[in-house]
DNA sequence: ATGAAAGCGCTAACAA
DNA sequence: TTGTTAGCGCTTTCAT
């Protein structure tokens, strides 16, 4: 007799006139089956069309959704509009997939006002959480997770206790960008950050905003710039990091005269950077004759063609791949280690001699 | 005496002194209990260090997962470089979110040769999918979920039964556009599309490529024009909707001599008449003196400033809303009906009078 | 190679 | 208002 209800594993073994438990075997394979049963059973199940087990019987049994939570460290929109992000999840996401995990997006916190939790965090299932741009120290997400008991691997976070961080050499990377602009003679240099935290200011730092950087990434990059002896002479705080926002720092930073206005501005993202070169074009700067431009990532900027950004290139795929890794070690109950991949100074066209 | 594994409700049912149920009530609120009662529970949970109901009990025994399934049209990596899917994605999220849903990620096919369903498909659970610039009519992912009962809404894609779509009029806004150059007296227009399919070949298409168009947002975009009596006089095919591409089309198209040039390039979307843009420009061609170019979707292009695109704008935001909203009316057990969303014409400075 | 039985953690009837 | 009971659908000992 037929069911009504949607066919359970129940249904097809007593179809197929054999046990539940090794109409089980039939679909999972982790045990001996005879070839006839097997064929058997999955005769039973496809006619009574009956698409494999439920998974979420399989879960509760087995105590593991398969999924891996990913707290996008701010609004989706926002995440997604940044290229690093966007390709570092695709590398994670192809590194988990063989693992037979899938990827629960989760938004950060829309806004500093609101700095609610999404409902997610705290109660969807999830064998572990991956933090992208990995918030401030004492994030109320990370909280969440630890109260439940929810491994994490921060992306480029502060180095925390209790959680897996994989990051790049953001410092380092800088120095050798700064060491290059200074090679090249120049002594004014201006720089155009990433935003300092959840306030996501806009416009000219005062020395008491610089005391200010909540996050991790802008701190480290501009103190790169003084490893290398590099002391900004101006540095301009976006609240984002898009082409807008660079050609805007570019109208705030360059408009001076030739005696005063920096011979060089260093950004530290690629997006920023093309839009510091747009600005400057704009206000009638040649680049890199008047003013030298250089960001941070190594992203293909189609839009600058035929120039190439100098920059700084990070191993993005990588960055995925090394986090999903981590990911599939967590779960595989090892502890792995914090990971900090390097990076190379790529030399575009955008940097030159300083002018004289 | 404390519990050495994982604490469950019954064990801060047994510490409070109340049955399973009790203290389930507690948590969920779906039910009378008295403040005292609610409150001893609440305080053995916090005792125990009991972060809140297990999801994956709750899960099987409500018989509903809280996901959605995104399958997003492509791998990954593409999929977000489309600034229109991932705005729809926010928006979709946005709707969702209040719903207590999430989005679980699920990679399209990523090539041609691999037809394969992504594993998550077949057993991931969700209770209902989302195809993300739906596929062809004959898609194995959507064989897939009808299998196993998933209902699906498809964005963009054909009109199928069984399945609810909400999409744009792709077609009436490109016949608005057409109209619109027609008006300005182009003659020769020429035209560039996103990828008839996903073979994605690269090139100018002959009329036998043209029979053979499989995604359905190339086909009306394309129909739409010739339904203003714009019958293209070049059809340039790109395997992407990517800035890069859009120029190489400008190359293609536009090195000719004045008299057989196109003096107007329809592209598909706003990245690729942007690329266009910077193309033709490269190729000594003033916009829109020499050339008109217009694209569509309505994004901002910062790069192209203080230019502005001629376009056909489609409400990305709201198409995710609608989604959300569909999605949200399905697993209510409603049948919502499919939508198509209006789009509008904006008129930037990229199109001007047809040279003559 | 197959079957019987237990139980993952929870919620929802229903009874008290 | 609280407790008892019965599963949700599955996998996994363990016995046969």
Same mark, same amino acid.
């Given at each position: 007799?037929?069911?009504?209800?949607?066919?359970?594993?129940?249904?097809?073994?007593?179809?197929?006139?054999?046990?539940?438990?090794?109409?089980?075997?039939?679909?999972?394979?982790?045990?001996?089956?005879?070839?006839?049963?097997?064929?058997?059973?999955?005769?039973?199940?496809?006619?009574?069309?009956?698409?494999?087990?439920?998974?979420?019987?399989?879960?509760?049994?087995? @105590?593991?959704?398969?999924?891996?939570?990913?707290?996008?460290?701010?609004?989706?929109?926002?995440?997604?509009?940044?290229?690093?992000?966007?390709?570092?999840?695709?590398?994670?996401?192809?590194?988990?997939?063989?693992? @037979?995990?899938?990827?629960?997006?989760?938004?950060?916190?829309?806004?500093?006002?609101?700095?609610?939790?999404?409902?997610?965090?705290?109660?969807?299932?999830?064998?572990?959480?991956?933090?992208?741009?990995?918030?401030?120290?004492?994030?109320?997400?990370?909280?969440?997770?630890?109260?439940?008991?929810?491994?994490?691997?921060?992306?480029?976070?502060?180095?925390?206790?209790?959680?897996?961080?994989?990051?790049?050499?953001?410092?380092? @990377?800088?120095?050798?960008?700064?060491?290059?602009?200074?090679?090249?003679?120049?002594?004014?240099?201006?720089?155009?950050?990433?935003?300092?935290?959840?306030?996501?200011?806009?416009?000219?730092?005062?020395?008491?905003?610089?005391?200010?950087?909540?996050?991790?990434?802008?701190?480290?990059?501009?103190?790169?710039?003084?490893?290398?002896?590099?002391?900004?002479?101006?540095?301009?705080?976006?609240?984002?990091?898009?082409?807008?926002?660079?050609?805007?720092?570019?109208?705030?930073?360059?408009?001076?005269?030739?005696?005063?206005?920096?011979?060089?501005?260093?950004?530290?993202?690629?997006?920023?950077?093309? @839009?510091?070169?747009?600005?400057?074009?704009?206000?009638?700067?040649?680049?890199?004759?008047?003013?030298?431009?250089?960001?941070?990532?190594?992203?293909?900027?189609?839009?600058?063609?035929?120039?190439?950004?100098?920059?700084?290139?990070?191993?993005?795929?990588?960055?995925?791949?090394?986090?999903?890794?981590?990911?599939?070690?967590?779960?595989?109950?090892?502890?792995?280690?914090?990971?900090?991949?390097?990076?190379?100074?790529?030399?575009?066209?955008?940097?030159?001699?300083?002018?004289?």
């Amino acid at each position: 007799m037929p069911v009504s209800h949607r066919p359970t594993l129940a249904d097809v073994a007593s179809a197929a006139g054999v046990s539940v438990s090794t109409a089980s075997l039939a679909f999972s394979g982790a045990g001996p089956i005879a070839d006839a049963t097997k064929q058997r059973v999955l005769d039973a199940a496809a006619s009574l069309g009956y698409s494999g087990p439920n998974p979420l019987g399989r879960q509760l049994r087995s @105590g593991k959704s398969g999924i891996v939570g990913v707290v996008v460290g701010d609004a989706l929109r926002r995440a997604f509009r940044e290229p690093v992000a966007v390709q570092l999840l695709d590398g994670l996401v192809d590194t988990i997939t063989p693992l @037979g995990l899938g990827v629960l997006l989760i938004p950060g916190p829309t806004s500093p006002e609101q700095p609610a939790v999404d409902p997610l965090v705290e109660s969807a299932a999830m064998d572990i959480a991956v933090m992208l741009w990995g918030g401030t120290l004492d994030d109320p997400t990370l909280e969440a997770l630890a109260r439940r008991g929810i491994p994490v691997v921060v992306v480029e976070g502060h180095d925390l206790t209790d959680v897996v961080t994989v990051g790049i050499d953001d410092r380092g @990377g800088m120095a050798d960008l700064a060491a290059h602009l200074r090679d090249l003679g120049h002594e004014r240099v201006a720089t155009v950050t990433l935003p300092f935290g959840p306030d996501r200011r806009g416009g000219l730092a005062d020395t008491a905003r610089l005391q200010d950087i909540a996050w991790s990434i802008p701190r480290r990059r501009l103190d790169g710039l003084v490893d290398a002896g590099v002391q900004p002479v101006a540095v301009y705080e976006t609240p984002a990091s898009l082409v807008e926002h660079g050609a805007a720092a570019a109208r705030a930073l360059l408009a001076g005269p030739v005696g005063s206005r920096p011979t060089a501005v260093v950004a530290q993202s690629d997006l920023l950077a093309s @839009g510091v070169v747009l600005g400057a074009r704009e206000l009638g700067l040649r680049v890199p004759e008047d003013v030298s431009v250089a960001g941070f990532d190594g992203l293909d900027l189609p839009w600058l063609a035929p120039d190439v950004l100098t920059t700084v290139v990070q191993p993005i795929a990588d960055k995925g791949a090394a986090v999903g890794l981590a990911v599939g070690r967590i779960l595989a109950g090892e502890t792995p280690e914090d990971e900090v991949l390097p990076v190379a100074l790529r030399t575009g066209t955008t940097t030159g001699p300083a002018p004289r």
